[in-house]
C-alpha cells in the first residue's frame, strides 16, 4: 500500500476508505509539523495543528477532488487551520519562545562554536520574526517544507512568476534584516 500516489490514498479515503488515511498521516505529519511550528514556534500548538489539520482532511475529503496535488490541497487545509488558531488565540502566528530555539541547536564540539552557532539561530530567528506573515509564509514554504513555486502558487491562488518574484523579495527582506541585526 506505501506505492499508492498520495491522490489515490484521498480518493480511497473520500470513498470511505478511512484507513488509508493513516498511510497518509506517517507521510506527511513531520512536514506538517514542520510547516506550523516555523510558522508559530509554538511546540504544543503545532502538534495540535497537525490533529486538525487530518480532522479536517476526514470531515472535508469529499471537497478533493483529485485533479490537484494532494501536498497543495493539505497545505491549504493547514494555512485555514493556523488562520483559524491565530484567530482564535487573539495572536500573531510568529512568536518565539528562546528555550524552543536552544533545544534546536545541535551539533558544535566546543563551547565557542555553540555560543557563535546560538547566536547567529538567534539571528536568523529574529529577522524571520522581522517580516510580515505573508513573506515568512513564503519563505517556510519554499525553503523549509521545500515546496515547488508552482505548489506554492497553487496554494495561494496565484502564478509562478509571481510566486518567483515574492520569495525573491523576501529573501532580501531576510538577508537585510539578517545584516543589520548581525552587525
Not at 498521516?25 to 503545532?46: C, D, I, P, V, W
Not at 547567529?120 to 522581522?130: I, K, N, W, Y
Not at 505548489?151 to 545584516?179: C, F, P, W
Request: overall charge neutral; aromatic content about 10%.
Amino acid at each position: 500500500m506505501d506505492h499508492l500516489s498520495d491522490n489515490t490514498l484521498m480518493l480511497k479515503v473520500k470513498a470511505g476508505d478511512l484507513d488509508k488515511m493513516g498511510l497518509l498521516f506517517e507521510r506527511y505529519h513531520r512536514s506538517l509539523y514542520g510547516f506550523l511550528f516555523h510558522m508559530t514556534n509554538q511546540k504544543e500548538a503545532s502538534e495540535d495543528m497537525v490533529q486538525n489539520v487530518f480532522y479536517r482532511m476526514l470531515k472535508y475529503r469529499n471537497s478533493f477532488s483529485g485533479d490537484g496535488a494532494f501536498r497543495t490541497w493539505m497545505y491549504h487545509l493547514a494555512r485555514n487551520v493556523l488562520k483559524d488558531y491565530v484567530k482564535s488565540n487573539n495572536r500573531s502566528a510568529f512568536q518565539y519562545d528562546l528555550k524552543e530555539i536552544e533545544e534546536r541547536i545541535s551539533g558544535g564540539s566546543t563551547a565557542d562554536q555553540l555560543l557563535e552557532k546560538e547566536q547567529e539561530l538567534q539571528a536568523l530567528e529574529t529577522a524571520l520574526a522581522g517580516l510580515s506573515a505573508e513573506n515568512k509564509e513564503l519563505l517556510v514554504l519554499s525553503r523549509y517544507q521545500e515546496l515547488s513555486y508552482q505548489e506554492i502558487a497553487q496554494i495561494l491562488d496565484t502564478t509562478e512568476g509571481a510566486i518567483k518574484v515574492r520569495v525573491h523579495r523576501a529573501m532580501n527582506q531576510l538577508k537585510s534584516i539578517y545584516l543589520k541585526i548581525n552587525v
